[in-house]
């Protein structure tokens, strides 16, 4: 580890040390590690396909034949995926009540899975593990809807009132959930501490919260392998692997 990735590390230790609330960011970036692509970086999803949004979803039956063809190729990595060391020093400082909350961008599940409880991750773009009808709300198991769709290479109706579905995900063009975006405001206020961690910030409304929790007066740290959009505004930018970064100034393995 260089001397100023070190130096680094020591001082989101003791930024952590201080804080009274902290809030933590999190993108496809902290994810990588578990073998899930993030969308940017050379490689990433973003690089081989072009992203459908929700109005061309709902309007042609070919590009939700090709939404969920992409997700189900793409769902043995989500299917399998487990939480790394990153995710594992965040729940640690979540369970040392460090951190208040965990506002995610990511629809793997993963926070959950490494033990952050569910009241307190804040999904602002859904999550990926079921999916629901668009008209009546219904849930709908994946393993039920992947034997459908391959079964009749049709997109999945809605068992109960014949609606389109389509994963708990916020697609381009969608509507954001307004329940998690105003949670996410309100942890953001409450932090004295904002951490970003694996965003590169190029999609709002999420990179508006590391916005607004500057503006109102927190420190805000980016902890991520590039240069993001929100540098020049953050106290203290971190380039290196999440994992290494995050256990070193968590003492997590
Ligand atoms: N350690 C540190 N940083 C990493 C690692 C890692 N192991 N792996 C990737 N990164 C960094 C990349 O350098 C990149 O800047 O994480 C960032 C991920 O950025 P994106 O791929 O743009 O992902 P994200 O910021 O989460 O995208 C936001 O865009 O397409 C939408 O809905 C999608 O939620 C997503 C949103
Ligand atoms: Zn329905």
Known sequence: MTDSLDHEIKTLRSLLDASAQAVVFTGAGISTE?????????????????????????????????YWRRHFS??????????NRGHRAVTHLVRREKVSHVITQNIDG???????PADKVIELHGNATYAECLDCGAHHELDHVRAVFEAEEAPPTCDYCGGIVKLATISFGQAMPEDQMARAEQATLAADLFIVLGSSLVVFPAAGFPMLAKRNGATLVIVNREATDLDEIADVVINGELGTTLGAATGVN
Not at 74 to 83: D, N, Q, V
Not at 110 to 116: S, T
């Open 34 to 66: 578990s073998g899930i692509p993030d969308f940017r970086s050379p490689g990433g999803i973003w690089t081989k396909f072009k992203p459908i949004q929700f109005d061309e979803f709902m309007a042609s039956e070919e590009a939700r034949r090709e």
């Open 110 to 116: 993963l926070h959950q899975n490494a033990g952050v």
């Open 74 to 83: 793409l769902r043995g990595e989500l299917g399998k995926a487990e939480p």
